[in-house]
């Protein structure tokens, strides 16, 4: 028996709640390492995708197309659509149910909180090349030798490429409506985009795609997108757009033979040239195009019933204006993804200046020891520290050597009556105790000035002791201002602070 309508309702229900849950318990570690922050948010990006799968079936059921699930609730309160009484329902649910026990004795409830819990110990399959070092660099390097062998680009290092290659604005406009340049256009879109959802899962790509388009449908129809200023019109001419065949790898006409008679065929139909003939004729028909612009050609290459080049005029702007407007929106949305990748953009600069100034066993070693130390900080909390001696943690958070916890006596207890009964362990640490700020309150606290003459006392009862021999001693010293502190009247006589305060009083002075 399967399920009823309302029982799946009611899980699904129960798997949504569960899942935000879980998302927020997810969330509320802090991540230590990249790698496990990056392993976290492709957790919580597959989470929010079931979420929404979730609840998108429960819309469905929701909207009840097929009436089942008003068919169900009006069946539990005793109405069916056969007329059948309560009874009769009741029991012949009871009968499915039977007959699924009987067909499946040894099924069992699982519990699925335990199988959702194990998803926060998961370690996603993240696909990263080499290069990119899991998501820290940037692996432009085959867009790279996609642009310098291109016609509209300069041959430029690979370091100078990764400042250059999000200003295209650079680039002429005359080049950038050929099928190359849009190519190249879209490998690297595909590139950025693959990337920045591999490395930002959380990120609503869609959104920010969204916003780039509003804000470009608002510049092009005010004609202030950068490099494409008149919608793609300069001097009040259109580019030409380039036919389906680029012509620029193609020397001769001879060479274009080697294409085909079909695909000539299509690309002369495209340009409304006549597309009969010999393969010969038709690549050296197409030729005739590479140097000359169309209006320049005699009549009697163009197909019969073709329009002419006035009518074409008309619509040929709009549809030149339409294709630079689809590339000007390409350059957009991949300024956008450069804008968010700056940071990774930098780094990957930097790297490959530092690769520079290396030699090939130099970058060999520092390869495996990020590899070496990517895996340490993989397994540290995997690896339980086998510390039996229970010596103290070092600065790389293993235990220290033997011989250096017997070397400083660390083994030896001193305790601080003064500091609240304090253990410090180690002659060192004992000893520059007394001028850490947890004994200096305890002394304070007995109103006794923290100086060298109480350093090694830790008992507060020697400590007084001490203090009241202190001021004994200094007692003949000790100054006082009823005898000392000296004043001086009009006449210019000298008296101590307490003749002068009794003469003062008898009215004398």
């Not at 169900?72 to 056969?82: D, N, R, V």
């Not at 993240?126 to 300069?154: P, Q, T």
């Not at 409506?177 to 879209?186: E, G, S």
């Not at 028909?285 to 080049?309: C, I, M, V, W, Y």
């Amino acid at each position: 028996m399967s399920s009823t309508l309302l029982e799946v309702t009611r899980s699904a229900h129960e798997e949504v709640e569960r899942l935000e849950r879980l998302v927020v318990k997810d969330l509320q570690k802090e991540p230590a390492t990249a790698r496990e922050r990056l392993f976290q948010n492709h957790r919580v990006r597959h989470m929010i995708d079931s979420i929404f799968s979730t609840t998108e079936k429960l819309v469905e059921i929701y909207e009840d197309k097929d009436s089942a699930r008003k068919d169900e609730i009006a069946a539990l309160g005793g109405q069916t659509a056969s007329g059948q009484n309560v009874f009769s329902a009741f029991y012949d649910r009871l009968k499915e149910i039977r007959e699924y026990h009987r067909r499946h004795p040894v099924a069992r409830v699982l519990d699925p909180a335990g199988d959702l819990e194990e998803l926060l110990k998961e370690e996603p399959v993240i696909e990263f090349s080499g290069e990119e070092a899991f998501g820290r660099y940037l692996d432009l390097h085959e867009l790279y030798n996609e642009f310098v062998n291109s016609k509209f680009a300069k041959v430029v290092e690979y370091s100078a490429y990764l400042d250059i290659f999000p200003q295209t604005h650079d680039i002429p406009r005359d080049l950038k409506l050929t099928r190359q340049y849009k190519d190249y256009l879209t490998h690297m879109l595909e590139y950025l985009i693959s990337f920045f959802q591999r490395t930002e899962p959380l990120q609503d790509l869609n959104r920010i795609f969204s916003k780039v388009e509003t804000e470009f449908e608002e510049q092009w129809e005010d004609n202030k997108v950068r490099g494409w200023e008149n919608n793609g019109v300069e001097n009040g001419q259109l580019f030409m757009i380039e036919p389906l065949i680029d012509l620029d790898y193609y020397d001769t006409a001879e060479e274009l033979v080697n294409v085909g008679p079909e695909k000539l065929k299509e690309a002369l139909a495209a340009l409304g040239l006549k597309t009969g003939g010999t393969v010969q004729q038709r690549a050296e028909r197409l030729f005739l195009t590479k140097n000359s612009p169309l209006e320049k050609l005699d009549r009697k290459h163009f197909a019969k019933g073709s329009q002419s080049l006035v009518q074409n005029s008309t619509a040929a702007p709009s549809q030149k204006t339409t294709a630079a407007k689809e590339v000007a929106l390409m350059e957009a949305k991949m300024q956008k993804l450069c804008e968010l990748l700056k940071e990774t953009i930098i780094r990957t600069k930097e790297n490959i200046e530092k690769k520079q100034a290396l030699t090939y066993e130099e970058m060999e070693a520092e390869r495996e020891e990020e590899e070496v130390q990517a895996e340490s900080e993989s397994d540290e909390e995997e690896q339980q520290i086998y510390n039996p001696l229970k010596l103290p943690m070092g600065w790389d958070g293993k235990p220290i050597p033997y011989w250096l916890y017997k070397l400083h006596g660390l083994g030896q207890e001193f305790k601080c009556e003064i500091c609240g009964n304090h253990s410090y362990w180690g002659r060192r640490a004992f000893e520059r105790h007394f001028k850490e700020p947890r004994h200096q309150h305890g002394m304070n606290c007995l109103g006794i000035p923290n100086t060298k003459n109480f350093n090694e006392i830790t008992s507060i009862k020697e400590a007084k002791i001490l203090w009241e021999r202190i001021k004994e001693r200094q007692g003949l010293n000790q100054w006082r201002p009823d005898l000392e502190e000296e004043y001086e009247d009009k006449e210019g006589n000298i008296y101590n602070k307490k003749t002068y305060t009794d003469l003062q009083r008898q009215g004398l002075i």
